[in-house]
């Protein structure tokens, strides 16, 4: 037996006991006769003691252990003299008696502490040192629990959990499918899901009723900062519901997470349909933990001779409090800001609303005081406050507007990570235009459904047609999406028309679903969270990186294992591959 | 609100009450003046009612709705006048007041009951038809329980879920990887994992302690009777572990699940080792739910002149009880049997011990009575029962006599469905040698720790080397298998050594892991459950593909999808892929 007890659970009450512990050592320090080591595992530090008078073999031999070694220690638990408030374990320690070396380390790369001196570059070489670390390990933990708990709360309401495949088809529409080759089927590919969409419907067409699934998914996407190939979603779908029921159980879900592991009591979550959310925040995932809302002020700049205003569809402010005061350079760093490729505005209008009553901006020449304040009025700004002001395109502009918010939230704290905002965001637009390509993309995915008063809008005016789809936002983050499904075939068959598709292409891709809703399909409906991003918004991490045990880099590299990597020409030569040399 | 119950729930105690159920038509018929409906939904079955006397209108839209059509009805619970007790809701039925018809459907092309006439392919063709059928979907509700209360288990005693990725590199030892390409990193591939060994192993390395995951793993092998190119693990790997500790968790797991889901308590695990379960079954997964063990009489023939049995380097007997009776016929097809090129022995020998104390045997030119009589008692052979021989080398013969053994067991049905027996199998060798190559293979990992105690023999005699590696075989089937893993870097490197890996090989292949194990590696080992193995044998399936939602054929096909499939050039174009046309 390697050990009796685990490094973290020792206390006062076990005084006297005899135990046995295995870990890594933290720590080596001598102090006079002494020797102090801290003994690491998962479970918490414990203090280990060698006297060189008691036996100065055995405190030698303790002496020339380094850190990170793996030790297998008998003793007795005494008490501390120099108690440690910080660790659990804190009012005992161990005498040793016997010491068993299990395995030596190198001195590692980087500290195993919670503030390392390893950069993100090393410490993705060795991950596996990495999450030694409490920080790093601690949120896998948080991970595991909130999967488990989703699934507990889940089953207990009749879901059942089923695989559905990974080797799957591929369907070109949206964002890249990874592709396998099949060697026992030349030429010919599977792909890797994006979701199991179409699995989850089938198998409410199978009468499965409640479903889910903490389902792997697979994009080959560009990496954005807070991308992964590979990423989890709590995938689930119901059957004979409305977006009511959909919205009720999933914010039972929601709640029961914050309150099981985070000791949190949330209130019910508001309603906010795209078109307020757009006006209100400028964005589709609101952050409201704080308020910095946006006012249109298009109607109170007209006709004053500032062109740039009077030619836009658009003008809209924001109200900073207690930022008049804001220097020169603060203002600059915001035009800055707001000019950056990224968010591409033209340019910043600010007005300061001074102590004193009076009004300084930056369009002096064309609006007199009493526009000013005109303006100031409809934001609510108070003496002292500064108005942030852009103008153009409505959405575009709405979606600057948002992100100079976000920016000032930032700047004034007030995105507080340890506060939790949630809300549903609802009526999406069913499709979205391509003015480019002069063709509607499904916002969401094609087998959406319109809300039934809209579908007649269908032929008239498709992009003002509203979608039963909803999202989950907590503090900005889009945590969950879904929409009730059409199980209508005529109305999927219209669904594909709108969206430019031949009967064949039709046919050709989703052509199982198809032949699928011909035989009674329920009406259903369901959604996914990002389990990535949930944990990361739990744990308060900046990137979804941290909540995933191997991640892989912004070029999809795994640089731990160094994955991909070429292969064999036999292993091409039998899947009939070649790699063409451009 | 489409339901205000299900189909599955109502009862006598529910009488006069107002309810909304919807669900699929399962048979529509009249009787006088009468419609009667059987509604379904994944719950169960309620009988509708409609009564031309009472709403002519709605009785006859009743009469139109066909078999799997989606309907709502709104109505009221009343008692059953002929009750029917095989549905838990037989003594009640609803009279209907009003009916939707939700959706319409074909007429399938199989019937939705337990007992169909679909052919398998049609079945397969139309899976979310086929999991329309309760005897289906109960598989995979039972696969959920078995994966749910696993989870349970295993977190309330402190394990981990950790997802590791299904993105990682190929490592060409053992069976075929699946690879895919990687559009971002130009001529390199990424394999899918065909189990999370290594990766759980650096859990370990990590600190982890205790890790778990239910997990997809692929091989792209040709496809045996009962293998699937995508699988699923119970996946488990502890630290500061020896065999032992590894047995009792996880055949406490194993007690668990056959409690709470059966409710079975299955006795303590007998332990075998590998050494034994070849001499007793000529098998390292025996089923011991029956005996017909296999008995070596080998010393008993020699010398009278038989020149097969004295040739052989083996001979061995298995004694069916009360099968001297079996007709020349069917001792030909035993014959038949063993002679068939998957067993391919070369001929088989018979006793038979006729009742009246006679022996009769087809080598009857060359033995006496008395012979017969000497090998009839080694085998504890009774008047009336019949023994089976056959010769040849050792280990090819004691598992011909294995499949042997079998066929005997299923003719005489000793292999009951509703019987359970369990244990473990040790003591595996570590190495296999093929002769042709004159190599040694591992025959678990190459990571699996040799006893202690033979580490010596590396040198001198490796096939002899036993590992600490074991099996939980239940009913013959191998359900888990894992075992000790080397945790030193020197014994690792050594192990690489004689499986005739050179250090770059070894390096470029593990070198990730064999780092790893250079920053204090603690003694860890594991195990893995075949989740679709278990889940068929809890279900008494004859096939994993029935514990699957949408399994693939035996060329690696979901016929459903159709998948794996062509696709188009321009996404070979991106991967830089060409198909070679040989």
Known sequence: MYRTRTCGELRLSDLDETVILAGWVQKNRKMGGMTFIDIRDR?????????????????????????????????????????????????????????????????????????????DDIRMKYRYLDLRR?????????????????????????????????L?????????????????????????????????????????????????????EDLRADRQPEFTQIDCEMSFVEQEDVLQLFESLTKHLFKTIKGLDIPDF????????MKRYGSDKPDTRFGIELVEIKDLTLGKGFEVFDSAEYVGAICAGSCASYTRKQLDELTDFVKRPQIGAKGLVYVRCDMDGSFKSSVDK???????????????????????????????????????????????????????????????????????????????????????????????????????????????????????????????????????????????????????????????????FGLDRFVSLFAGLDSIRDCIAFPKNNSGRDVMIDAPSAIEQEQLDELNLQISHA
């Open 134 to 166: 409490n920080v790093v390990r601690s949120n896998l933990e948080l991970r595991h629990k909130m999967a488990f708990e989703t699934r507990r709360f889940l089953d207990d309401r009749g879901f059942l959990e089923v695989e559905t495949p990974v």
């Open 43 to 119: 479970y918490g530090i414990t203090q280990l003691v060698f006297n060189q008078e008691i036996n100065a073999t055995l405190c030698e031999q303790a002496g020339k252990i380094g850190r990170e070694w793996v030790v297998q220690v008998t003793g007795v638990v005494q008490e501390r003299y120099n108690k440690n408030g910080h660790i659990p374990t804190g009012e005992i320690e161990i005498i040793v008696s016997e010491l068993k070396i299990l395995n030596m380390s190198e001195v590692p790369p980087f500290t195993i502490e919670d503030e390392t001196d390893g950069g």
């Open 366 to 528: 064309f609006y007199s005081s009493e526009d000013l304040k005109c303006w100031a009025k409809r934001c609510y700004a108070k003496h002292g406050d500064l108005l942030l002001i852009l103008c153009g395109e409505t959405e575009r502009t709405q979606k600057q507007l948002c992100e100079l918010r976000l920016e000032m939230g930032n700047r004034l704290e007030l995105r507080n990570k340890n506060k939790y905002n949630c809300l549903w965001v609802t009526d999406f637009p069913l499709l979205e235009k391509d003015e480019a390509l002069n063709r509607f993309f499904a916002k969401h995915h094609p087998f959406t459904s319109p809300k039934p008063e809209d579908i007649a809008l269908l032929d008239t005016d498709p992009g003002a047609v509203r979608a039963d789809a909803y999202d989950m936002v907590i503090n900005g983050v889009e945590i969950g999406g879904g929409s009730i499904r059409i199980h209508d075939s005529k109305l999927q068959q219209k669904m594909f028309q709108v969206l430019g598709f031949t009967e064949e292409k039709a046919q050709l891709q989703f052509g199982f679903l198809m032949n699928a809703f011909r035989y009674g399909a329920p009406p259903h409906g369901g959604l996914a």
């Open 270 to 277: 508001p309603r906010m349909t795209y078109a307020e959310a």
């Open 168 to 220: 799957i088809g591929s369907t070109p529409e949206g964002a890249r499918d990874f592709i396998v080759p099949s060697r026992m089927n030349p030429g010919e590919f599977y792909a890797l899901p994006q979701s199991p969409q179409l699995f989850k419907q089938l198998l409410m067409v199978s009468g499965f009723d409640r479903y889910f699934q903490i389902a792997k998914c697979f994009r080959d």
